[in-house]
């Protein structure tokens, strides 16, 4: 039986970084450290343009992510701190009742709603601030 934490945490998803470049990204993670690619997606919502790592047999995923322009939050990202680690990600059970026991803990979430990740998730983010610096997101598969 799967233990799930106070906030509804099940599993890490996925760590994401930004990259500038997504297929140059991918070829590094796969003929480099031996990774597979097993999804690509373009949200433009998010102004990203992603790709899912995989290694081994295990169910978490580098998420590399680059900016569909220069406007996006991942190109601001990379003007701001260069490429790198952007995010760590956990899957919930339910994401409304995670964030809501994040904010009665005094947590800020970025968004008022949940919004379209990944192969049609929910997600949001708590604000970095409130989290030691790191931006953690929430993910509800779909």
């Given at each position: 039986?799967?233990?799930?934490?106070?906030?509804?945490?099940l599993a890490v998803d996925h760590v994401g970084i930004a990259v500038p470049d997504l297929a140059?990204?991918?070829?590094?993670?796969?003929?480099?450290?031996?990774?597979?690619?097993?999804?690509?997606?373009?949200?433009?919502?998010?102004?990203?343009?992603?790709?899912?790592?995989?290694?081994?047999?295990?169910?978490?995923?580098?998420?590399?992510?680059?900016?569909?322009?220069?406007?996006?939050?991942?190109?601001?990202?990379?003007?701001?701190?260069?490429?790198?680690?952007?995010?760590?990600?956990?899957?919930?059970?339910?994401?409304?009742?995670?964030?809501?026991?994040?904010?009665?803990?005094?947590?800020?979430?970025?968004?008022?709603?949940?919004?379209?990740?990944?192969?049609?998730?929910?997600?949001?983010?708590?604000?970095?601030?409130?989290?030691?610096?790191?931006?953690?997101?929430?993910?509800?598969?779909?």
């Open positions: 039986m799967t233990e799930v934490s106070p906030v509804g945490l140059e990204a991918v070829r590094f993670y796969e003929e480099t450290l031996g990774g597979r690619c097993v999804h690509v997606e373009r949200n433009e919502e998010q102004g990203v343009e992603e790709a899912m790592v995989a290694f081994g047999d295990g169910g978490t995923r580098i998420q590399l992510l680059a900016p569909l322009s220069a406007e996006s939050t991942i190109a601001k990202f990379i003007g701001r701190n260069g490429p790198g680690l952007q995010q760590l990600a956990f899957t919930v059970a339910d994401i409304t009742m995670a964030c809501e026991s994040l904010r009665a803990q005094g947590l800020r979430l970025l968004y008022d709603a949940p919004k379209r990740g990944t192969s049609n998730s929910r997600i949001n983010f708590v604000h970095p601030k409130d989290a030691g610096g790191v931006l953690i997101e929430l993910v509800e598969p779909a």
